[in-house]
């Protein structure tokens, strides 16, 4: 991968997805001034997907608005190489998923207080979302979608960040969901969103549910 822009210096990938993959990278300023960021991109094939590119431009404003010590923060946005990506802070840790395995692995239980504060770290970054408003005061009804564990990253020091509010709707975003298009991983949604009906803040409290229930049984609930 070229230096997108020239302005940051990719250093390794860290994960591959469908539609995206992610880098460690470093900005490069005046002076030796460098700072560790995580850059997403959309895989080229996808570029030329106007509609996606759409929905990845929403998830690049919407996410720019969030400044939150709970929610990975977005810092820019550009085009290199044909490629549209996202620079976003870097978070060195893991994912809970990864987490939560790797405890399974060494047969050790999830600690019931590291659970709940798991649990609350992730609703104060969502009631922060949920009660976004623009500049003029009108609620900008941010519903993430897409709460589960692989969204949620936890620092070496114990930070807690949600990440990926690529299917956030927002009366913002400039593409419209459609109705009855089902988004988000199937064992976190709530029933409306797995019926495709309209969703608001209570589909991401339903999932932060699950997920505690999940830590503290360590078993799947759907």
Not at 84 to 98: C, H, P, R, T, W
Not at 145 to 171: H, Q
Not at 190 to 196: I, K, R, T, V, Y
Request: with cysteine; hydrophobic share 40%; net charge neutral.
């Amino acid at each position: 991968m070229a230096e997108p822009q020239q302005r940051y210096r990719v250093i390794e990938k860290l994960e591959s997805g469908g539609m995206a993959e992610v880098f460690r990278a470093e900005s490069e300023g005046l002076q030796g001034f460098r700072k560790q960021v995580a850059i997403k991109r959309v895989l080229p094939h996808l570029s030329e997907k106007k509609r996606f590119i759409s929905m990845f431009l929403d998830e690049a404003r919407l996410s720019a608005l969030l400044n939150h010590s709970n929610c990975v923060q977005v810092f820019d946005i550009g085009v290199g190489d044909n490629a549209y990506f996202i620079v976003m802070e870097f978070v060195d840790g893991a994912n809970l998923k990864s987490v939560v395995e790797s405890l399974k692995k060494h047969g050790i239980e999830f600690p019931v207080p590291a659970a709940a504060f798991i649990c609350h770290e992730i609703c104060k970054g969502l009631a922060y979302a949920h009660e976004l408003r623009d500049g003029t005061g009108t609620p900008l009804n941010i519903v993430h979608r897409d709460m589960s564990p692989p969204n949620v990253l936890i620092t070496k020091y114990g930070e807690v960040k949600i990440v990926d509010f690529g299917l956030a709707k927002a009366t913002s975003q400039l593409e419209k969901s459609e109705p009855g298009i089902i988004k988000g991983k199937f064992s976190y949604l709530s029933p409306e969103a797995a019926m495709g009906q309209e969703v608001d803040a209570r589909t991401d409290v339903f999932a932060v549910g699950i997920i505690l229930w999940e830590l503290l049984t360590q078993q799947r609930l759907f």
